[in-house]
């Protein structure tokens, strides 16, 4: 079974300020990996994704994240952050080999970015 | 990327009644879609798979009887909420996906039982 760790529950941030949002993932197979945002009593919106290839993976909204497959990382990066990035982070993996793709979520990272 | 709909996007009900939220993939077929629950400030809890003209699939714990799905066709899953209780008001989100594709995210559904 797969599990995913989001190990900051929450993150403070000064604006334009870089930022690290940390993901440890676990599982036996090969897995997917992805970042989504979620503002406020909304739903969840795609940042990144990990499929393959290169290990380093660029996403909307001037995010990028590295997977590391020997600490299985997938820290969440973004060099300035602006105001409007304050939202709720969410790690994902989804089991390669399943038909179903049904994703396993972290329990999320409050970013909160201070001007 | 594909649109999912999710509606309505609130709700409010009585306790004892039941509440229907509709999930459509307004452009592309979905073979599979998937219903999640979110309590405040938690994750993303996994309700139910269901795959189109077949019986969902429910994660150890979600009262299938409670948690009506049905997945009539490509386009359209529909999750009830029978006999409502307080305890039921959550975030519910759906997604959908085709094969060899990502799941992609409705808006949410707001549920409060009062």
């Known amino acids: 079974a797969q599990s995913v760790t989001q190990l900051d529950s929450q993150v403070p941030v000064f604006e334009e300020a870089p930022v690290e949002l940390r993901c440890n993932y676990s599982?036996?197979?090969?897995?997917?990996l992805f970042w989504y945002v979620q503002y406020p009593n909304q739903g969840l919106q795609l940042l990144l994704k990990y499929l393959s290839g290169s290990t380093l993976v660029k996403g909307i909204n001037g995010f990028e994240a590295e997977f590391n497959k020997s600490q299985t990382s997938f820290h969440l990066r973004k060099p300035s952050v602006h105001i409007s990035d304050t939202a709720e982070y969410f790690c994902?993996?989804?089991?390669?080999?399943?038909?179903?793709?049904?994703?396993?979520f972290g329990k999320g990272t409050k970013l909160s970015v201070k001007p | 990327g594909a649109v999912v709909s999710q509606h309505p996007s609130r709700v409010i009900c009585k306790s004892g009644t039941s509440v229907k939220i509709e999930c459509r993939s307004l452009?592309?077929?979905?073979?599979?879609m998937f219903w999640y629950r979110q309590f405040p400030k938690q994750s993303l809890m996994l309700m139910a798979t269901s795959n189109e003209g077949s019986k969902a699939t429910y994660e150890q714990g979600v009262e299938k009887d409670k948690f009506l799905i049905n997945h009539a066709s490509l386009t359209l899953s529909t999750l009830t909420v029978t006999s409502a209780h307080p305890e039921d008001s959550s975030f519910y989100i759906c997604?959908?996906?085709?094969?060899?594709?990502?799941?992609?995210f409705g808006q949410g559904t707001r549920l409060t039982v009062v």
């Open positions: 997604s959908a996906r085709a094969a060899r594709m990502e799941a992609f």
């Open positions: 599982s036996s197979v090969s897995v997917y």
């Open positions: 994902a993996v989804c089991d390669i080999r399943g038909s179903q793709g049904n994703l396993i």
């Open positions: 452009d592309f077929q979905a073979t599979t």
